[in-house]
């Protein structure tokens, strides 16, 4: 079960937008560059005042405005004939790169583990290139849970909130990440695993 079962509703409440965006000449390719740019810019920025606490309310803002974003551009690229293999490639790497923008700030913030937080972004954009294998295989993109693109981006907006907020991080919220990282390996595990099985009842 993964919150990207939600995508199909999400998808239907910004299409007009998408229909106005197609209009204005704006481009999948533009979208996606964006989302990755404000991505990095808005990682650094929380970084960079860290441990302040109120910048990270700009994690769950950006990150609800992102996964917008990543709908508009998928919407653009397959609705107005608008996909490229280069749209591709700016897909998952933008992506992991905006998604490793985010994490990061968290490394400066105790009580979090600088090393479990590089696990979690080492781990995250091993789960997407597992899912972008699936078409190697004859699958189709896998984008499996517990701990997908989406499930992230609301776990670390909520965290975002939480800290923001001034909510108490007494030391074993430091296991948020841990936790993280086991998440990560089971949706690693459930993607290969959901891939296999998808070839063999294919052929």
């Known amino acids: 079960m993964s919150i990207y079962a939600l995508k199909p509703r999400f998808q239907a409440l910004l299409r007009p937008l998408a229909v106005q965006l197609a209009r204005s000449g704006v481009t999948a390719n533009e979208v996606t560059i964006a989302a990755a740019v404000v991505s990095i810019a808005v990682g650094a920025f929380v970084a960079w ?3 302040d606490r109120t910048p990270f309310l700009l994690i769950p803002l950006w990150m609800f ?4 974003l990543n709908a508009l551009d998928g919407m653009l690229a397959r609705e107005f ?7 591709a490639f700016l897909n998952e790497l933008g992506d992991v ?7 990061l700030p968290f490394a400066w913030l105790p009580p979090f583990s600088a090393t479990w937080v590089a696990a979690v972004v080492v781990l995250a954009t091993i789960t997407e ?3 972008a294998m699936g078409p190697m295989v004859g699958a189709s993109r896998r984008y499996d849970g517990p701990f997908g693109k989406s499930d992230r981006a609301f776990a670390f907006g909520a965290l975002g909130l ?3 907020l001034g909510g108490p991080l007494p030391e074993w919220t430091g296991l948020l990440f841990p936790l993280f990282v086991v998440l990560l390996l089971a949706t690693i595990v ?3 695993h959901n891939a296999l099985i998808e070839t063999k009842s294919s052929r």
Do not use: C, E, K
């Open 162 to 164: 939480w800290i923001a």
């Open 81 to 87: 004939g608008q996909q490229t293999r280069l749209g």
């Open 190 to 192: 459930n993607r290969v």
């Open 49 to 51: 005042h860290a441990p």
């Open 129 to 131: 290139f597992a899912g």
């Open 65 to 68: 405005v992102r996964m917008a």
């Open 97 to 103: 790169v905006s998604d490793a923008a985010l994490y």
